[in-house]
């Protein structure tokens, strides 16, 4: 089994405490070697400017390959579209265009006047400017706005469609999911790479809320093994163990990427990278 491809996840920070995370999580995962990174939005795209400023600081003082997480919410397309254009005047060349969440206070996604209606609109959109690898959003699990799994897979191939070059999924916690939703989009016909989304388990009453929000199914298994495991103060252990197995699962049944959302918590993605052999480091040359 040779070492994956690997990626992060990374969110800008919203004080100065949120700053020395980042950067550490930075720092700490950068000598990994990734495939690229990524930096989101906020909820409703509350932090365009800050995920710019981290894009850019990224990018250029780490020498990462940085995609920008980019929206179609709160902006008219000549806004997101200038936004992009920002990216490419600094060197960032690739784009996760998703439709991107509801603004605050509302409870489903409506868009802006003048904006972009969804995310194929959006895609096209770079697609036709040239100056982008565009990866967008899959959802293993039904998307909490999906009438059904199939609908899933119908709109990731309307994105492939208008230009995608590749989809990252929602985390899941185990393989099979994946695997079921890998052979749906194969026999949609979608031949874009599909890189799984892996989530370190850093805290379990949280992640499993958020799986609560996002939909994303929570094996019975799973919630007995983290309440045990807290009880007896394991509970680093098994997430470290639980993590790396399902990603060795992912590497047996032939994917050769895995895109980690870190959290700004970069301790437990380190060592599960270290427990799949992927140690290599490299020579960070900041630029001042």
């Known amino acids: 089994m040779t070492s994956p ?150 709109w990731l191939k309307r994105k492939i469609d208008a230009g995608a070059d590749s989809a990252i999924t929602q985390f899941f916690f185990e393989a099979e999911t994946f695997f079921r939703f890998r052979d749906r989009c194969d026999k949609a016909g979608i031949t874009a790479p599909i890189i799984p989304g892996i989530l370190p388990i850093e805290n379990w009453h949280g992640v499993k809320n958020f799986a609560a929000r996002c939909r994303a199914g929570v094996p019975d298994w799973l919630d007995e093994a983290f309440t045990a495991a807290l009880r007896d103060d394991r509970h680093d252990l098994l997430a470290i163990a639980i993590c790396t197995e399902l990603c060795s699962d992912l590497l047996e049944g032939g994917v050769e990427d895995l895109h980690f959302y870190t959290l700004n918590k970069p301790e437990l993605t380190r060592e599960v990278a270290h427990a799949l052999g992927i140690t290599r480091a490299v020579t960070l040359e900041q630029v001042a």
């Open 5 to 154: 491809r690997i990626s992060f996840e990374f969110f800008p920070p919203k004080s100065l405490d949120g700053s020395f995370r980042l950067w550490d999580t930075v720092n700490t995962l950068a000598p990994l070697d990734p495939n690229f990174v990524s930096v989101t939005y906020g909820a409703g795209g509350t932090t365009r400017k800050l995920t710019h400023e981290a894009v850019e600081t990224i990018h250029k003082h780490y020498g990462l390959n940085v995609a920008a997480h980019l929206t179609c919410v709160d902006a008219t397309r000549a806004e997101t579209l200038a936004i992009a254009e920002s990216y490419a005047d600094v060197g960032v060349t690739e784009i996760v265009a998703l439709r991107g969440d509801a603004p605050k206070g509302q409870d489903r996604f409506s868009a802006s006047p003048d904006g972009f209606a969804d995310a194929p609109a959006l895609i096209e959109a770079l697609a036709k400017t040239g100056k982008f690898k565009i990866r967008v959003g899959a959802y293993p699990d039904r998307h909490p706005n999906a009438g059904s799994a199939q609908a899933d897979v119908d």
